[in-house]
């Protein structure tokens, strides 16, 4: 079943469609609107900051409002809907993973970021006065380099890896006890492999087993890091493919459960309304609406 959403890269945001560009940096103030579908999937990540006015984000269904001073993540594959806002200043940093991890010797270097590639907590972050004040700076610096004629990548990479850490000790500051790396870089390998294989109706066993450690220690880190059982975190990215699917094509519920690797529909039926709080049909009444 073909998906849904458009992907978009960078350069679809700079309309240069074509560029291979992996990494850019822009002021919403200078920003020409870019020619995308309104609601869509990005193949890269984006920091959003706000320092004036208000914007209204959603992804997958929850909307989040930004004010002055905030910073917004997200991460490839999420579904992206830029909704509204009023006379906003601020801007977008677009980078790749590629571009993230140019001559790294740590490949985990992204997993251990807990603010990206994070489907389970809240992508809208306000630092304190403080903290954004030296963010901004880093994003000058960012802004500066780009505009350059003989702008220079690996600064450019070097000035990201600072704003990241600063956003990352920004986050553990608020935080009584930060999640050990180790626990994250996993949690995020799982979320990879459900992205994987989520049409394969797979067990925790199963997980469990592709990632060469026992269950009983998956569940243990899945619930460290989300509050949740690692059979609610399959069950919940399942669920978010068929109100993808509900709202925005018109395959049967029949269709979508089987995509799904669900081949009793009616168990299907029962387990969308456990999850949403009501039936598929109910749903997909209510988003037409």
């Known amino acids: 079943m073909q998906?849904?959403?458009?992907?978009?890269?960078?350069?679809?945001?700079?309309?240069?469609?074509?560029?291979?560009?992996?990494?850019?940096?822009?002021?919403?103030?200078?920003?020409?609107?870019?020619?995308?579908?309104?609601?869509?999937?990005?193949?890269?990540?984006?920091?959003?900051?706000?320092?004036?006015?208000?914007?209204?984000?959603?992804?997958?269904?929850?909307?989040y409002d930004l004010g002055a001073g905030s910073l917004f993540f997200i991460s490839p594959g999420q579904v992206h809907e830029f909704e509204e806002w009023q006379p906003l200043k601020g801007g977008t940093i677009m980078f790749t993973t590629d571009f993230f991890l140019l001559n790294q010797q740590n490949r985990n270097k992204l997993f251990e970021l807990s603010f990206l590639d994070n489907f389970y907590g809240n992508p809208d972050l306000q630092p304190d006065d403080h903290d954004f004040h030296e963010i901004r700076h880093t994003i000058d610096l960012l802004i500066h380099e780009n505009k350059r004629a003989d702008r220079d990548p690996a600064i450019l990479q070097s000035y990201l890896h600072v704003l990241v850490s600063q956003i990352?000790?920004?986050?553990?500051?608020?935080?009584?006890h930060p999640l050990p790396s180790r626990h994250l870089v996993l949690f995020k390998e799982f979320q990879s492999r459900i992205e994987e294989k989520y049409r394969e109706n797979l067990t925790v066993s199963d997980?469990?087993?592709?990632?060469?450690?026992?269950?009983?220690?998956?569940?243990?880190?899945?619930?460290?890091?989300?509050?949740?059982?690692?059979?609610?975190?399959?069950?919940?990215?399942?669920?978010?493919?068929?109100?993808?699917?509900?709202?925005?094509?018109?395959?049967?519920?029949?269709?979508?459960?089987?995509?799904?690797?669900?081949?009793?529909?009616?168990?299907?039926?029962?387990?969308?309304?456990?999850?949403?709080?009501?039936?598929?049909?109910?749903?997909?009444?209510?988003?037409?609406?």
């Not at 399942?238 to 459960?257: G, K, M, N």
């Open 3 to 63: 998906d849904p959403f458009p992907y978009y890269s960078i350069g679809h945001f700079i309309n240069q469609p074509d560029s291979k560009t992996a990494f850019e940096i822009t002021r919403f103030e200078e920003m020409e609107e870019p020619e995308v579908d309104d609601v869509h999937k990005h193949t890269f990540y984006e920091i959003l900051w706000v320092d004036e006015g208000k914007s209204r984000q959603t992804i997958d269904y929850r909307s």
């Open 168 to 176: 990352q000790r920004s986050i553990n500051t608020k935080v009584h």
């Open 207 to 289: 997980y469990a087993s592709h990632l060469n450690i026992t269950q009983h220690h998956l569940n243990h880190v899945v619930k460290q890091v989300t509050g949740k059982t690692a059979t609610e975190v399959i069950r919940a990215r399942s669920i978010l493919e068929a109100r993808r699917f509900l709202t925005f094509t018109d395959h049967t519920v029949s269709q979508i459960a089987a995509e799904l690797g669900w081949y009793d529909s009616s168990y299907f039926t029962r387990l969308f309304r456990k999850e949403t709080g009501m039936t598929p049909v109910e749903f997909r009444d209510r988003m037409s609406e």
